[in-house]
């Protein structure tokens, strides 16, 4: 899960079940495996033919990142949780009313590495904009370690669409240039803002009067009270979406030892798994998973457990604030999504209750060997204009990185509840960036957590593990590393 | 020698040869070649020699896949031909012989085309029915009942002591069809007299079974026993769509294929998943080789 593949989530954290994408993966495989099986007659590898040219058009005041005006652009779109109505609906014309001469190509597609990466390995037809998202994404790791993205520096530097005074990095919610960037050097747009807490009906906890606990102690009185009630007071689906946990867990050590913890995981350093907060944190959340859960979901997909949610079968669920949106055609009208952060765990916590995790998601970029770079920069530059955001929000019911794009749009109560936590929390926002710089990490995770939340496992043992992991990773020279 | 005789050898040969360097033998090459680099699927691959070799010594995944591929080798072929074999021998021959002719139990054209209904379904669809089988809670078709007569759910799937067998079911389940079309026609192909001469001398079913149908059998269990022992090499497709957090829990169902997808489409580590390929390739190779060998026995010429 890189912060793309959280925003991907809402329809897809796992590959796709049908048959065709199978016999894709199957076939894929066996490019690898058995490579008589592929039809790969030229040479896989052959080098990217460099067709990168930047644009080739006038700088102009309206055309501030120099435009050809005439040339095409091709633009791939993750459809996913948000859809591409967005793109066809909204940013795609915004292109042409600025370029009428242009014509641009929409591509929609569900599983990006296996439309694109062959693509990008020939240097044939490569796009101008690609929404690097869902399950099926290209490694962002990869992708900047063979330099596959271009620099969105003259974008940031750029002046906005609709106050040239103002330059884009201005009109973005702070930290979405540092989300995109890899060891300082902004690659990657994520477009939609993302708030990860607890969530539970507004409804049934009014009902039951229930309240939103803030310290351990009451969080578990809630959930002992819950499990009274005859519902499975906390759970999250182990088959393919076991990342919702582990950003819990992680959430809690972050709150338990300040961002640093969080850093510290980040950068790889020695010893970062198994310092105290994490061990604190995965302790805590091992005995929620030992006394608070339902086994049999460990076996479910994460569509199973939401909506056994609504049907009020389960009481608090963890996931971003796509899920409302994700869920809408299941949850009952009156049903009222709210979002909690994770309660405290220690009296001593560093950083208080109200301490989110905030990101963006939905990862888009420009690459290094678009025939048209400087119109896909300029794509780019349109979605982050006042009406592409807005568009884009109200067509997803999701919040776009440009700040007040949700002006005049009824988010409904859930994306409200959770915008309102992200302002509660002020400056005490945090994000973790190691899953999308080092996917096996992530991998490894989601089986750790899965062991000690469904299995009886402990927190040394949990914390050793992604040590050890972490350490592989470290030596491994053959993986890009990542700072910040 | 006459003349013109190469050119014309040669004028059949080409095609194929031709088809079959590009598309087989050039990959493989290609891909004993990215094993020995580092690439990541993008930029041209740099030279790597064997670290991704040593990596993988060190991985325990891929030593856990290769623990499940041992066991499927083992259990697959055996069970797969022991029930394709039993069903072949009573739709074919357990019947009562009416006269002359051996026949199968009642009803044995039916069975035989229901035997076959599994094969038809693509594997990602059986993948998607037996998570149903499977499912650990009320909805599920076994824990379902269980739950409902009051017994503890099994969870076969996230239970990691029962997950690699609940897996191998499915695949017995999905290849015994075809096995019983494949010994059906052996069995047809075995001269009636030779059944009739034994049944004259008094023999049993059993004694039918073991002494006569088996050892004329012998090449088309020969050979599948290769079919199955490959596909003990692959289950990819069943892992990668039921298995709990594709190949858990605990990597406990991974196999070979599903860490070579990992790694290569996930992780893109697309050298080091050629490498564990090459592996792949060795194994399965070496399997074939060492089975013909042992199997290996004088046809009996009919």
Redo the contacts between chains.
Sequence with gaps: MSEARVAGTPADP??N???RS??R??A??G??????A????A??????GDSGTSGGGKKTATNPLGVKEDAPLDVVIFNGGYGDKYATEAHEPLYKKEFPKATVKHEAVTDV??TL?PR??SGTSVPDVVDNSGS?L??F???V????MADLTPLWDAPSVDDPNKKVRDIVVPGTVDTGSFNGKPFVLYYVSTVFGLWYSGKLFKDKGWTVPTTWDDFLKLLDDIKKAGLTPFGYA???A?YYMWNVILTSAAKIGGPDVLKAIDNLEDGAWTAPAVKQAATAWAEVGAKYT???F???KHTDVQLQQNQYKVALYPSGDWLPNEQSKDTPSDFQYQMMPTPSVTSSDKLPANAVRATAGEGFFVPAHAPNKAGGLEYLRQMLSKKGANEFTKLTKSPAVTVGSAEGVDLGPGVNSSQAALKAAGSNVFNIFFDGWY??LD?EC??AT??LF??GGTADAFCTRMQKKAD?IKA????TKFHR | MRHGRYPFIVGFLVAPVTLYV???I???A??FY?SM?????????TW?GF??YK?MA?DGAFWKAIEHHLVMLITLPLVTIAIALFFAFLLNLGGRSRGSTMSGVWGSKFYRVVFFFPQLL????IA?LFGMV????SSGLI?GVLIKLGLA?V?W??N?KLALWAVIAVLVWQAVGFYVVLFSAGMASIPKDIFEAAELDGAPQSTLFFRVTLPLLWDTLQVAWVYLGIAAFDG??IV??LT???G????NTTV??EQ???N???????????A??VA??FLTITFAALTLRVTRRETIEL
């Design positions: 796992t590959p079940l049908d048959r199978l016999l993966n199957a894929a495989v490019l690898v495996a058995l490579p008589g592929g039809l790969l007659s040479c896989a590898t052959s080098g990217s590495g296996k990466q990008f390995s099926g290209m490694d790791g990869a992708l370690a063979d330099g596959q182990g088959a393919n076991a339902d086994k049999a460990l076996g479910l996917a096996e991998k989601r089986t899965n062991e469904f299995n592989a491994d020279s053959s993986v | 590009v598309f087989v050039a990959p493989y290609q891909a990215i680099t580092n690439w990541r699927g993008f930029a041209p691959p790597a670290d991704n990596r060190g693509a594997l990602p669809i998607v499977y499912r650990p809670n824990d759910p969870g799937l996230i990691p990819f497709a990668d769509v709990v957090d594709q858990g829990p605990d990597n070979l294929a070579i997808y990992q290569a489409f996930k992780f893109g580590k697309f050298g080091y998943a050629s564990m390929g792949l390739f």
